[in-house]
């Protein structure tokens, strides 16, 4: 039970990344193309995972050091959803790479891109 309870606190958070995940998709699908999409979506949950793993991190190791077992808990388990979700990322990028060797060299040159549909 103890585990259902856990899982059910982390709930918000994964839907919270799941929603950011996909405005970023369904932005950068529009304004470039759907490869381009999954690319910045990879680079933006690599940064945003690490982030949020640091914070967790931290977290975690101030509630163990205050013995605050209930914040240690809640903290742990964020952390471990946010370490598995950068392992995620991570793995999709290999794969995204793996699929499109193009991406792993950027251009020197700026190429001309439709930034906004009201900017020419």
């Known amino acids: 039970m103890g585990l259902l309870a ?3 606190r982390m709930i918000p958070l994964i839907i919270a990344l799941a929603l950011v995940a996909a405005i970023i998709y369904v932005v950068f699908t529009y304004l470039h193309s759907p490869a381009r999409a999954k690319e910045v979506l990879i680079k933006v ?3 945003l995972t ?3 793993s ?3 991190g931290l977290a975690t190791l101030y509630a163990l050091f205050e013995s605050n077992s209930g914040v240690l808990d809640l903290a742990g388990s964020f952390l471990v959803v946010t370490l598995v979700a950068l392992a995620i990322t991570r793995f999709c990028n290999y794969r995204f790479l793996k699929h499109h060797p193009s991406y792993r060299k950027k251009p020197t040159d700026r190429a001309h ?3 906004f549909p009201w900017q020419k």
């Open 113 to 115: 891109t439709k930034r």
């Open 54 to 56: 640091a914070f967790f």
């Open 50 to 52: 690490g982030l949020l």
């Open 6 to 8: 856990r899982l059910s």
């Open 45 to 47: 949950f690599t940064w």
